[in-house]
């Protein structure tokens, strides 16, 4: 196998090795044209982003800066919205599905490194996929580690480090990041916490 082959297979490979650093490298350069298009061109930040990414939905908005490793392995789903700085080591597979939204200063790391520090001095690494289903919202300062799969409808808190699966339907928070309660029908009546909505057509 080569290492590329490896590193889409979850498997310990070396970055550096067999076109890894290139194609880094090329995805650097598109990741710049991107963060540096005035703000008025965001039909050709749309454009662009649809070049980083492997795979998008049709209506899909990353607000710059944007950081990730190759892009072709984020796959994101249709309303894809991610406020600044979110950052993406995709070095395994990334994806996310529809009507997904992320708030700033977010990280999705796939890429670890081994505990051990003479394995970790070999060189080797890491990734592992990452799944975010529909309808979830992801808060400011969160970070979610390899691995992880958090279900649909799914609320992660603010300065959540998200190390293990969340379930479908639930708020989760903290660090490491645990459920705190589920979402029920009588969420839908309120805006934030005890605020009730004062119009009719959130329905």
């Given at each position: ?56 939905g049709r209506e899909v908005y990353i607000e710059a800066p944007?950081?990730c490793d190759y892009g072709y392995n984020i796959e994101v ?35 670890g490194h081994p505990v051990h520090p003479e394995s970790r ?83």
């Amino acid at each position: 196998m080569t290492q590329k082959e490896r590193m889409l297979a979850n498997l310990p490979y070396k970055a550096w090795l067999d076109g890894l650093s290139e194609e880094r490298l090329e995805n650097k350069k598109r990741i710049y044209r991107f963060n540096h298009l005035p703000p008025e061109q965001w039909g050709e930040q749309m454009d662009l982003l649809k070049q980083i990414l492997g795979k998008t939905g049709r209506e899909v908005y990353i607000e710059a800066p944007f950081h990730c490793d190759y892009g072709y392995n984020i796959e994101v789903g249709e309303n894809f919205y991610a406020n600044y700085n979110l950052t993406v080591l995709d070095v395994a597979k990334v994806r996310i599905g529809d009507n997904v939204q992320i708030a700033p200063n977010v990280s999705i790391y796939t890429a670890g490194h081994p505990v051990h520090p003479e394995s970790r001095n070999s060189g080797y690494e890491y990734g592992i996929d990452i799944t975010i289903g529909d309808n979830v919202w992801i808060g400011g300062n969160v970070c979610i580690l390899p691995g992880v799969t958090i279900g649909k409808n799914a609320v992660i808190g603010a300065g959540s480090v998200v190390t293990k699966d969340i379930p479908d339907n639930v708020v989760a928070v903290g660090n490491p990041c645990k459920v705190i309660r589920k979402i029920t029908e009588e969420d839908r009546d309120y805006y934030y916490q005890n605020r009730k909505f004062d119009v009719d057509d959130y329905r």
